[in-house]
């Protein structure tokens, strides 16, 4: 029978095999006494296994205060727990309530983190992934060969529809490839959702129908299902191609809900993030995150960027980015979202680091607060990217494009 | 204009004013460079302001390791920052990114814990909140002036229906008020959901016709919102009272849809809370969670136990169950669920902390494994909670009640 494994880093003060026992108990058959009906067949056809423990090293201060150890000492270990499909078989909210679930308050931990899943072969027959993924974006917006260059509307919330629509047609015409809203940004009393699609998707068809070029704007559909329907229906008879959604805000069911409609790019805003996995020892890494929005079929993933305004460091964003790029049952290909505090002086870093153009290169302020305007902030961007893959550094790409020379002297 | 209030426990190596302000402006209009169009009065329309900031203590180690402090030492505060309901109308994922999206992220800060929202008036014109809560609850298993009397269904997973309603038969016999299903079981190999319905309310329909109690089953539901609807109409079909979702991992738009229907009531599991709470400074309070929870509409919400299995204090599951008593508007009623290593001899504690019998009061093995059986250990609960609100000890509760004593030298 085809087995989920999960691998956890764990802190304990007490032996690592043991908590890890524990753990496996606590998420199948287990409870604090033995009850009648829990026969030795029934515990081996549905008990969780810990298939491997890797011990790492101890401290004397534990990762999260609250517990102690009578020896002081607590020991961290790499983890691996499996239960069998036939648990829960294919349902995500009851997979990741065995995956993440009560684990975290076993007092028998003084850290534990997800670290990464493996799923069997049967998922990808049950789970169709992102409808659009990396091809289906570039195919949407007709960009090839280099990231897709997009931006967020700043200020965040504020603006007019007709505000919004206005930038949007500066930075149409200046060739951008994407626009978002901001995740704080779905409807406001100064700018509701319809009349925002409305007033911007005029300017997006027209740019289309004279350019052949049609920017994919992410419109903020967060919000209840049956609203998130409506607005997802209005994008659609209005010709756009793409909604966003705050993920862990909506949730794994509402967003899937969403994805199966399958018709629109979806864009997937982790913001919230931070609080998951933060903190070293408590929490989900990226890895494993990404893996149960592709199952739920979103398209686009936010994975910060190098040198961001944020607490992360590019180490993580560098393998976020990879995570986001290595196949998923041979395919279900995930656009990583590349963004907060870029400007396009980031674009030789990240290359040198991923060796990839299947990005979406977003900037916010980089393009709107450029010196000669935003559409000079788009050319800054895709001479960033062009002199990145050509092995150039920030200052060589300066001395040639003076676009991007003038995003050096504002934001370098 | 209405605004929302919310307050954070916050660490950072800055002034905490400055801190708080970097807040106020990621979270509302702001970017790390200016923008065009941000005008003045955009700004005060939309920005979010910073109310309050009260110093509590500077230390010397940083809460959550990464960011560094020039000076070595890092400030502790209360900060209360307050949106316009302008910002996202009514609008449960938009508030949520809001109030706990990027901020989690921000390098001024080396901890950030959301504590507390407080909510306008017109929000319970919006939302119904929950359709049962306490008086629905009490009313469909027509339990009045004791806590309500439950258990979980253990091995957590692994019984097929027959057994399950077979357990069911015994509990119902001996007065059980409530039953459920673990979060780790939906549907599984050899108990799928359908026949599991039918199997178990088979048995509660028989047992209300001979004695016109109903014992109320939590069958947990969490899957796809399709799949969610299709087992709420099986359950409601059945006869059934009660539904059970697992509300970090469906998340909020998902649970809202189920409890908009309003026709079952809607047991919360809060399993995956550690990774939100665990630590002192990251992630959310349960005072704030709990207030999100209610104006999703569910009923009953999980808060742990005294002196349970798990890391948390009892001083903070107190604050939990008070939290959940507290009216919001006026009502929206939220039964508190109290589990986790209970088998009655926490009942005294319980009630002299709390003074409250508006509790669901949950045993698993407490009663499946009372050495006279079942039966038994329901009688004993029933009797602990006589005790407890009587103000006995256990030890002069032991000494009237022969079931209780039982349980006293199996569990005590």
Known sequence: ???????????????????????????????????????????????????????????????????????????????????????????LPVMISTLQGNLYEIRQFTGLKLLDIQLPASFADHYKGPAFGIEGCRKLTQVYNRPLIGTIIKPSIGLTPEQTAETVKILAEAGIDFVKDDELMSSSANSPFEKRVDAIMDVINRHADKTGKKVMYAFNISGEIDEMMRRYEKILASGGTCAMLSINSVGIAGVKKITDQRALA?????????MLTRHPLLGIEFTAYQKLWRLAGVDQLHVNGIQNKFWESDDSVTTSIKACLEPMFGGYELLPVVSSGQWGGQAPETYRRTQTVDLLYMAGGGIMAHPSGAAAGVVALQQAWQAAVHGLSVEQAAAIYPEFKQSVEKFG
């Open 1 to 91: 029978m085809e087995r989920i494994v999960a691998t956890y880093y764990i802190e304990t003060p007490f032996a690592p095999e043991k908590a890890a026992a524990v753990l496996a108990g606590e998420q199948s058959s287990g409870t604090f006494v033995a009850v009648p009906g829990e026969t030795e067949e029934l515990k081996q056809r549905f008990a969780a296994k810990v298939e491997e423990v890797t011990f790492l090293e101890t401290v004397s201060e534990p990762a999260i205060p609250g517990a102690s150890s009578a020896t002081g000492q607590y020991h961290r270990a790499l983890v691996k727990v499996s239960w069998s499909i036939e648990n829960f078989g294919y349902n």
């Open 266 to 274: 979806i864009h997937g805003h982790r913001n919230g993030w931070g």
